[in-house]
Every structure is written in C-alpha cells, then in structure tokens.
C-alpha cells in the first residue's frame, strides 16, 4: 500500500484545510488510518484515527471538536477535516495505515505499516 498525502497549506488563525490520504497499489478498507503530525523539534504524535468497522474514530484531545476524520473506501481516500485552526496546530502532517481485522483504533505509530510522505500545515497568528 503507497499512501499519497495532500491538501496542507498556508492558512490564518481560525480557519480551514482539509487533508487528504490516499491509498494505492492495495485498497486499505479493512485498515486502520491514523493522521499524525510532528512540529519542529517535538516527537510525532497521533492526531485522529478511524477504524474500518462502523468508522469508529479517536481524537486526541487538543483537536476534539476542531477536526474531524472521515474516510471514503470507493475513492480508498481518508479525509482529515481541520475547521478552527491554532498556531499551536502548525506541524508537517502524515497519515498511516495498518490492516486489522479487527478494526482495532491503534494508538501507538509503532503499530502502523504504510507511511504518507508528510505534507506541511502552517498555521499564521
């Protein structure tokens, strides 16, 4: 599985972007998809992520409420929706994925397989 991430950008304090997270080579509707994002100099930390079975998802809590993970199987796209948007959130981004049969929302970015190349979200204060 070749994952493809996009959509990060240039935006000012209060709004939007949407990343995308594409998957090719291998469908990835049995995988857990996880966005994760690392600022210059912190550690890479798991944003958001959704299982196959009934979507389920998991925040953490600093995005809870700002940002919403979806994903679409027929496109094999998983969608990371950032509405209000904080400097704090400024990071390069990147999506994973894992197959589980399980559909089991994996925290740790030890358990995840495939890796988008990163894309940059710059948030302007």
């Known amino acids: 599985v070749q994952l493809q991430a996009s959509g990060g950008g240039l935006v000012q304090t209060g709004g939007s972007l949407r990343l995308a997270c594409e998957a090719s080579?291998?469908?990835?509707?049995?995988?857990?998809v996880g966005w994760f994002r690392q600022a210059p100099g912190k550690e890479r930390d798991l944003v958001a992520a959704?299982?196959?079975?009934?979507?389920?998802?998991y925040y953490t809590d600093s995005v809870k409420g700002r940002f919403t993970i979806s994903r679409d199987n027929a496109k094999n796209t998983v969608y990371l929706q950032m509405n209000s948007l904080k400097p704090e959130d400024t990071a390069v981004y990147y999506c994973?994925?894992?197959?589980?049969?399980?559909?089991?929302?994996?925290?740790?970015?030890?358990?995840?397989?495939?890796w988008g190349q990163g894309t940059q979200v710059t948030v302007s204060s």
């Open positions: 994973a994925s894992v197959y589980s049969s399980l559909a089991y929302l994996y925290r740790d970015q030890r358990d995840y397989l495939y």
């Open positions: 080579g291998s469908t990835f509707d049995r995988h857990t």
């Open positions: 959704i299982s196959w079975s009934d979507n389920g998802s």
